[in-house]
């Protein structure tokens, strides 16, 4: 029997880990990525949620024992996918053409651009970050100052920037963020002890294990507050700090708070490989834009179009071990299908 | 006086930095277990004086938390001191002995 092939797109954390275990399956694997390495979102993470674990150490995990059977194809734009028969015909801006028996599509998300949402500054205030931004700050031990170089006494974490928020266009809980600002919170205040940290959240969805443990870590041990209410807008004041306002919705009554630096907690989005991808495969997208399984419970992997199957955060917000494992359970899947 | 047919509201927005924080900060110390109110008013809906009286020990946490020592004050001595609400809350705050701890502090005694 003739080895066969599987192309994975998107070489993120979901698309490594399956490349890895579909060629320790005796499969062909070529793994394509239009960025110029490998890795994905997990570049840009100092540390992970809940237990504050060094993002490098799953990269590095990531890269060990990575097969050196698997053409890896960085910087690599697909065109078009045709089929000829059983097989898949892709083809790339720079005119490669890459034959394959299945296709695995981990095209992953993108995160809100935050300046969309005019009205909290981002972009137009200098001391207005997004998480992305501060996990940047961290990762490259930058010390935190505001932009007039003063270590801000007050902070405060804007949850559910671009999610939940039809306005924005986006139903969608992403799910990470409230825990995500919790643990970037108890960095802050652990860099900071002096500051005032403060979290404005429409609710905490501490989901996973660990998470509810760190929240409560979050007020006991570090004294993070949290306030119950939705920025509706922030202001500059004269010294370049900021104005927020919001509803204490617990005390029902209007809340004005000055604020030196404000983190944006920006939502999960269909990457664009996702939105380019699903369309160039004829795909079903979900309400949110996210890739739509045949079936989210009994078949999570499959598609409508034979021999295409999606993995990880291509198809709705999840956190990495949740990625990881469902990158695992589309390679069973996949070895199901082309073994029979 | 001369009705002048319009009469001027007081601005209900509070602002934070008028917040005395003080008191807080004292019962914390007190009472650590304050800090792991979320809020989620278990104790206030089976509390015996809530009943009769309106009186939250929820909103009483949060107003202690938010620095607005008279709203606690007003509503701070309808507590019975029954201990119902310990038996329930979520997060184990000690909320019999908070409230002790708030009247004695409101009292002038200092706890810390
Ligand atoms: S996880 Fe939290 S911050 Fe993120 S969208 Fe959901 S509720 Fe909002
Ligand atoms: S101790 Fe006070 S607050 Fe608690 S249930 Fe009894 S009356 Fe209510
Ligand atoms: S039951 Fe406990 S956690 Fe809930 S509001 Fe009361 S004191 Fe807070």
């Not at chain 1, 890459?98 to 969309?116: K, S």
């Not at chain 2, 001027?8 to 914390?28: A, K, N, Y």
């Not at chain 2, 104790?43 to 709203?71: H, K, M």
């Amino acid at each position: 029997m003739m080895t066969k092939t599987v192309a994975v797109i998107g070489g993120g954390p979901a698309g490594m880990e399956a490349s890895k275990e579909l060629a320790f399956n005796g499969f062909q694997v070529v793994l394509l990525e239009s960025g110029a390495r490998l890795g994905g979102h997990m570049n840009q993470w100092d540390r992970l949620f809940p237990n504050k674990r060094p993002a490098g150490e799953i990269l590095e995990s990531l890269y060990r024992n990575f097969p050196g059977s698997i053409t890896v194809m960085t910087e690599t734009n697909i065109t078009s996918i045709g089929r000829n028969a059983d097989r898949f015909i892709l083809r790339t801006a720079g005119r490669d053409v890459i034959e394959a028996d299945a296709l695995l599509v981990c095209t992953g998300f993108r995160v809100f651009d935050a300046i969309l949402k005019e009205e909290y500054g981002y972009g137009i205030y200098d001391n207005v970050i997004t998480s992305v931004d501060l996990e940047q700050w961290f990762k490259e031990k930058r010390p935190v100052l505001t932009s007039h170089g003063r270590v801000p006494a007050t902070v405060g974490f804007i949850h559910c920037v671009g999610s939940r928020d039809e306005k924005s266009g986006n139903l969608h809980c992403s799910k990470v963020c409230c825990v995500t600002a919790v643990k970037q919170a108890v960095e802050l205040k652990e860099k900071l002890p002096e500051a005032r940290i403060f979290c404005f959240y429409m609710d905490l969805r501490m989901f996973g294990l660990g998470y509810e443990e760190l929240y409560k870590e979050s007020q006991e041990k570090y004294r993070i507050q949290f306030i119950r209410g939705r920025l509706s807008e922030a202001f500059e004041n004269m010294d370049g700090s900021l104005m927020a306002k919001v509803e204490d919705t617990l005390t029902a009554k209007p809340l004005r708070i000055n604020l030196d630096l404000l983190v944006l907690m920006v939502g999960f989005l269909p990457s664009d490989g996702t939105a380019a991808i699903g369309s160039l495969l004829g795909l079903t997208f979900n309400p949110n834009g996210f890739l739509q399984p045949r079936d989210g419970h009994l078949q999570p992997h499959d598609t409508e179009q034979q021999g295409v199957f999606l993995a990880g955060s291509c198809k709705g917000p999840k956190n990495l071990e949740e990625t990881l494992a469902d990158a695992r359970s589309a390679v069973l899947r996949i070895r199901q299908y082309l073994t029979n | 006086m001369p009705r002048w047919g319009y009469k001027i509201h007081e601005d209900r927005q509070v602002i934070w930095e008028e917040g005395d924080f003080s008191l807080v900060e004292r019962i914390r110390l007190a009472e650590p277990s304050l800090c792991l109110c979320i809020s989620c008013g278990t104790c206030a809906s089976g509390c015996t004086a809530a009943q009769f009286t309106d009186f939250s020990l929820r909103r009483v946490i949060i107003q202690l938390q938010r620095g607005r020592i008279e709203e606690v004050r007003q509503e701070i001595d309808r507590c019975m001191l029954c201990g119902k609400c310990i038996l329930t809350c979520p997060r184990g705050v000690n909320t019999r002995h908070l409230v002790l701890c708030i009247r004695k502090e409101l009292s002038g005694d200092v706890l810390y």
